[in-house]
């Protein structure tokens, strides 16, 4: 069976300070993929990355990034410099091949407080 | 582009009752599942829908069902409403292919749902 886990329930920092949202992953397939999406209050999922897991290049997307390690089964997101407009519930997902089914971690709520 | 659109945005149905959400996916997508969001916790997938038929189903009870139409849109029906069916129902699309590489899933603003 596959799980994700987010063990940090909720993060609040000030703006500016950089924050880092773990994700560790369990699947015993060899092909799969990692996703975060961001839940702003109006409820709606926005996809920030995908990665599959033969890619394990970090990858930068302004002040995001993200770090794949398959040794750690981990998929974490570093927001640098956060801003307010980055509070928001981050999920991370799981998704093995040939599956159209996403299996989602129980969230971080992001505060970023002026 | 239009992104995916559901509706109604907000529903509030009483224990026992019938109800029938809607998505209309991305234009091109011919894949839509559906998801289950209960307060404070992550989605769970319910039902993926590919040229109107189902391709996979979570572990929810048969009171839950769904559809998808030729214009690739898709109805989720609960009967006999629970006072646990109060969520946020999420919608996706993609273009994903039966035995292509995956595609990434794109959600809809979702329905809130309200069981009194």
């Known amino acids: 069976a596959q799980k994700v886990t987010q063990a940090q329930t909720e993060i609040s920092v000030v703006e500016k300070e950089d924050v880092t949202l773990d994700c560790v992953y369990e699947t015993r397939d060899t092909t799969y993929y990692l996703f975060w999406y961001k839940q702003p209050p109006s409820g709606e999922l926005v996809f920030l990355i995908r990665r599959n897991s033969f890619d394990e290049q970090n990858e930068i997307s302004g002040r995001y990034s993200w770090n794949f390690q398959k040794s750690t089964s981990s998929f974490n997101f570093t927001i640098t410099a956060s801003q307010v407009v980055d509070s928001a519930v981050y999920f991370c997902?799981?998704?093995?091949?040939?599956?159209?089914?996403?299996?989602f971690g129980q969230g971080t709520r992001l505060t970023i407080n002026p | 582009d239009a992104g995916v659109t559901q509706s109604p945005t907000h529903l509030i149905k009483t224990r026992g009752q019938q109800v029938t959400l809607r998505c209309s996916p991305i234009?091109?997508?011919?894949?839509v599942s559906w998801y289950q969001q209960v307060l404070g916790q992550g989605p769970q997938f319910i039902f993926q829908?590919?040229?109107?038929?189902?391709?996979g189903r979570g572990n929810f009870p048969d009171r839950f069902s769904a559809r998808q139409f030729p214009n690739y849109s898709s109805e989720l029906n609960v009967n006999a409403l629970l006072l646990g069916d109060s969520a946020l129902y999420l919608c996706?699309?993609?273009?994903?292919?039966?035995?292509?590489?995956?595609?990434?899933?794109?959600f809809g603003p979702g329905t809130r749902l309200l069981v009194l």
């Open positions: 829908y590919y040229e109107k038929e189902e391709r």
């Open positions: 997902a799981l998704e093995l091949q040939g599956a159209q089914k996403l299996v």
């Open positions: 996706a699309s993609s273009a994903q292919v039966p035995g292509t590489p995956q595609e990434t899933q794109y």
């Open positions: 234009s091109g997508h011919k894949s």
